[in-house]
């Protein structure tokens, strides 16, 4: 069934819309444009905060005001 769906709908990147090997992937291009996070994020949503990660959970200020799921 995969096979016959993706013959119909060929895999294509997320970004711009060319052919991709998988589902969900990212072309040569859009990989190597892609600005990734690096460094110390909330442990809850993923914003990027100052200073160095320690290894130990961290929330961001929104995130110790406002209850996440």
């Known amino acids: 069934m995969g096979a016959l769906l993706h013959l119909v709908y060929p895999p294509q990147c997320l ?5 991709v090997t ?5 072309c040569g291009t859009c990989w190597r444009e892609t600005p990734f996070i690096s460094g ?3 442990d809850l949503c993923g914003t990027p905060m100052p ?5 130990k959970p961290e929330h961001c200020d ?5 209850a996440r799921p």
């Open 15 to 19: 970004t711009c819309g060319k052919m």
């Open 22 to 26: 998988t589902d969900f992937g990212l």
């Open 40 to 42: 110390l994020v909330c």
């Open 51 to 55: 200073g160095e990660d320690l290894g």
């Open 62 to 66: 929104d995130c110790l005001t406002i």
